[in-house]
């Protein structure tokens, strides 16, 4: 459900007669399709949009496994300043890191939090990757160096402390005199 709200297809075309998707691409241009990964317990996986043509007129929703066993004690080393206890992390890549690539990145990862919160899950976004921290991740999650990671979405915890009776509970108490 991450995957899908953050970059899956809908019913609607776009320009060219491209299947469009849950969020904004400068031109439709898609310029993250079969390059965002999800980093689980289980291993690392690709998430895929498109059939195996890649014709962008085709719609898929398909995770393929890319490598078998937990990634994510090296892929927490690789970035730091990642949460470091979330259950699973989606690394949004592209070609280069230019700022169609970057914009397109974020809008994924904004739909991303708002699908978790609305599951009353945590969500973090971590963006500004340093080279560094690109290179670490592509040899952490073993993906290929063309793919380079512009942000991370961390997700599964679920949400503490974090509700409209909370909320409502400090407000009336804050409104104390």
């Known amino acids: 459900q991450l995957a899908w709200a953050s970059y899956g297809n809908t019913p609607h075309n776009a320009s060219g007669g491209r299947a469009a998707l849950t969020v904004a691409s400068a031109v439709a241009n898609y310029y993250l399709t079969g390059r965002i990964y999800i ?48 259950p699973a992390y989606f690394v949004y890549s592209a070609t280069t890191a230019n ?5 397109e990145a974020g809008y994924c990862a904004a739909s991303a939090l708002l699908q978790a919160a609305s599951l009353d899950l945590q969500g973090h976004l971590t ?51």
């Open 39 to 86: 980093v689980r317990p289980e291993g690392v996986e690709r998430y895929h949009i498109r059939l195996p043509s890649g014709q962008p007129t085709t719609r898929d929703h398909r995770i393929e496994r890319v490598t078998d066993g937990d990634r994510r004690p090296q892929f927490r080393a690789a970035v730091a300043r990642i949460p470091q206890t979330a």
């Open 99 to 103: 700022r169609w690539q970057l914009i």
């Open 127 to 177: 963006a500004n990757l340093t080279s560094a921290e690109r290179t670490a991740i592509i040899n952490a999650l073993g993906i290929p160096a063309s793919d380079i990671p512009l942000e991370v979405f961390s997700a599964g915890e679920a949400l503490v402390g974090v509700g409209e009776k909370n909320q409502d509970t400090a407000i009336e108490m804050s409104a104390l005199p």
